[in-house]
T-cell receptor, first 112, second 114 residues
């Protein structure tokens, strides 16, 4: 158990819909990262937050957005969903300056 | 970001040592070498990291070439639980860098036979 929790574990929805994925980082970790894992693209970095502020952006689509709240939990919002958005979405957290990221169990999103 | 090259797959027998290679010929002086692994149906898990010197921890050892253009992750006695995809990742450590993010390649799928 990494200490990072993600909900829901599975999500099935239809094209065009909007979903929200939630992540609670390890206690005390200020940095949160979101990654997407699909069969064709592998594991890809999406976005990073540190203490509520966006720090870095990766291959995140404009239809996707994220935020980190004062209690440090983070949400990833995916809208206008397409079939190709079906993937595993991982959240990770780390302490500032730490070399180790702790990953959650992931949310499996299926878009039908 | 500097890239890494790993074999697609490797096999080992249980209780034998495993040497997982990684080439990173374009590594910069401020890049740390990180290894993560992903067990089936789980999120990635940190294994080890290093800069120049060889490193040991309870999970594995990391041997870094003198020119830093390659490294090897060593599992001293493979167990069935070590069957996973192993990722070699370069991470920039420059001050002010926003590169806390990890860039995963395809990794090496390790199969461990009983």
């Amino acid at each position: 158990d990494s200490g990072v929790t993600q909900t829901p574990k599975h999500l099935i929805t239809a094209t065009g819909q909007r979903v929200t994925l939630r992540c609670s980082p390890r206690s005390g970790d200020l940095s949160v990262y979101w990654y997407q894992q699909s069969l064709d693209q592998g594991l890809q970095f999406l976005i990073q937050y540190y203490n509520g502020e966006e720090r870095a952006k990766g291959n995140i689509l404009e239809r996707f957005s994220a935020q980190q709240f004062p209690d440090l939990h983070s949400e990833l919002n995916l809208s206008s969903l397409e079939l190709g958005d079906s993937a595993l979405y991982f959240c990770a957290s780390s302490a500032w300056g730490s070399n180790e990221q702790f990953f959650g169990p992931g949310t499996r999103l299926t878009v039908l | 970001d500097a890239k890494t090259t790993q074999p697609n797959s490797m096999e080992s027998n249980e209780e034998e040592p495993v040497h997982l290679p990684c080439n990173h010929s374009t590594i910069s002086g401020t890049d740390y070498i990180h290894w993560y692994r992903q067990l089936p149906s789980q999120g990635p898990e940190y294994v080890i990291h290093g800069l120049t010197s060889n490193v040991n921890n309870r999970m594995a050892s990391l041997a870094i070439a003198e020119d830093r253009k390659s490294s090897t992750l060593i599992l001293h006695r493979a167990t069935l639980r070590d069957a996973a995809v192993y990722y070699c990742i370069l991470r920039d450590s420059k001050r002010g860098s926003t590169l806390g993010r990890l860039y995963f390649g395809r990794g090496t799928q390790l199969t461990v036979w009983p």
